[in-house]
């Protein structure tokens, strides 16, 4: 997307002194989401270096210098969809997902491998949250996955967030729609609200 920049950590973990990216890194606030937060400052580095997942920064230009403005993660996994769940979903988006789809009879539910947007945040410090919208960060992600997808094939793509509403409808304007909920881990209960996350797909056109 014109006006970003966005940057592999792993790449740039390759490149660039360990305690430059720290500082790099330091620099990133989110006051709404600890997880968001957390996982920037504690765990993208070594999940970046271990592979475990892919880790994008993406800048902006302040003042004639690039400046952090947000991140996302990205993983390899599967979802599932309960087969009672399968059929409240949209007809055209079922066909389309059937064709990725594995029906595992002994469980009744469809297994989906597909990339997870794990972790998505805007930087708060200094202001620097408003140079980029949460719809153009999504869209990159997005678009770094049908980047991806392009090699490996497949078009679905998913998420989990909290129950929250203005949260599900952010990404539902976005063209997600929710197959189903998952129950925080152990970890998870002391950095978000409620019992639960909310599923969500997308299905990534051309």
């Known amino acids: 997307m014109l006006g970003f920049i966005k940057i592999n950590l792993r790449d740039m973990s390759e490149k660039m002194d360990p305690e430059q990216i720290k500082t790099i890194l330091s620099d990133f606030y ?32 302040y003042r004639e210098r690039p400046v952090l403005v947000g991140y996302f993660a990205l993983a390899a996994k599967y979802f599932h969809i309960d087969a009672g769940q399968h059929g409240k979903i949209g007809s055209n988006l079922r066909k389309r997902i059937n064709k990725f789809a594995n029906y595992d009879a002994s469980i009744q539910k469809y297994i989906v491998p597909a990339p997870l947007i794990g972790q998505l945040g805007k930087n708060y410090k ?6 980029i919208s949460g719809d153009e960060l999504l869209q990159i992600a997005c678009e770094t996955v049908k980047e991806g997808q392009r090699i490996l094939g497949g078009k679905l793509v998913y998420l ?11 990404y539902e304007e976005n063209g997600f729609c929710s197959f189903g909920k998952r129950e925080l881990d152990g970890d998870e209960r002391d950095k978000m609200k409620g019992q639960y996350l909310i599923q969500m797909l997308k299905y990534l056109g051309e």
């Open 160 to 170: 989990e967030c909290e129950d929250v509403p203005s949260l599900i409808r952010f």
């Open 30 to 61: 989110c006051p709404y989401n600890k997880d968001v937060d957390e996982f920037i400052q504690l765990k993208a580095l070594e999940f970046s270096k271990q592979r475990l997942a892919s880790v994008y920064l993406v800048f902006a230009s």
């Open 126 to 131: 200094n202001g620097y949250n408003e140079l």
